[in-house]
């Protein structure tokens, strides 16, 4: 069914012109349309541009929607996430907030191997059905695609469930969802004493069985003390990439250990966190083409130090935004949030928010090339806000303003 889109009020685009993403100072372009019209046709972006210059003929059945009160922006892409697992940790929320560090936490049995515990035992249709719930929330806020991690099975027949559950999902959702598989989350109990017998193991058997039955795109890793060193992030990643995979990583969050150097070195699609990164890892980002990928919600949540974004930015550097959803961090998943966090505490410009949501968060999933601008051709993702211009969807945060999700073309009231 095509769809016209008409009167729309304030029309934010978000406009590539055949990049792949935008850095530094391109990101305050925002390619605004005022009084714009959209013609979708087969799920794509047909014409855009004023109303009073749309002319196209149009054949055939064809839905129109009235957007004279409304903002358009391209559906958020959020690059990274933990959605799929089971349980909760509220009450190591309630330990750091009386004190207690993410590290002591995970130290004494807490943190991520608390919910691999909760996460083997649940079966893959009941990991479904909480991340369906997600999904589904997430898609009402004005988030149209999606990255999910495996991370929480840690072992070859627990990531491999989660896997195919997101594989599932990716055919049973209305969103678009890119997966990823994060074995190297976390030493897992029985290798506690062989941290690299575990990572044979991902390398040996996990990675080939994964690349043949393709149930993941991206390889992860997460590069830190107390979890996998820069030597075992590389041999994982030197493996993932002879068999196809492109290559995502956990980088320099709680010390600087040299991981965004590896993701330059490694060709790394996105570093994520980055909240410890110096100045040689900034030059080998920029030098790599490697999307910074910052996650505010995460160091909101710990009460910890925000990536310095405004930097990366100012040096030239692809910075997109992310939620980091997941039991032990962020729990949260609205993209609007973080855009207000990277405001008010990253010193981001609500156009810099907006772009490293949308298109630079695609450039992080390697999928700007159809999807995270409103552009002819690109597929029809868009959000229409009751708001009264863009920039008043980071400064009343904490609501939902979204009147419709148009997602391939597809619309959706809430």
Known sequence: MDLLIKNIKQLVTVRANGKPFKSGKEMRDLGIIENATILIQNGLFKWI?????FDQPVEGHLDVIDATESVGLPGFVDSHTHLLFAGSREDEFAMR????SYQEIAQSGGGILNTVRATRTATKKELKKLARRHLETMLTEGTTTVEIKSGYGLTEKDEIKMLEAISDLTDECLMDVVPTFLGAHAVPPEFKDHPDGYVNLICTR?????AQRKLAVFCDAFCEQGYFSVAQCRTIFETAKKLGMEIKIHADQFTQTGASNLAAESGARSADHLEQIDDAGIAALKKSGTVATVLPGASFFLNSRYPD?????????????????????????SMPM???IACTHMALTPEEAITAATLNGAAALGLSEKLGSIEIGKQADIVLYDVPGYRYLPYHFGTNHV??????GTYFDF
Do not use: Q
């Open 309 to 333: 974004a405004r930097k990366m930015i100012d040096a030239d550097l692809s910075v997109a935004i992310a939620t980091d959803f997941n039991p032990g961090s962020c729990m949260s998943y």
């Open 97 to 100: 907030v009386e004190g207690k």
């Open 338 to 340: 973080m855009m207000t």
């Open 206 to 210: 996990m990675l080939p069985y994964i």
């Open 49 to 53: 541009g004023s109303s009073s210059e």
């Open 403 to 408: 009147a419709k999700v148009i997602k391939h």
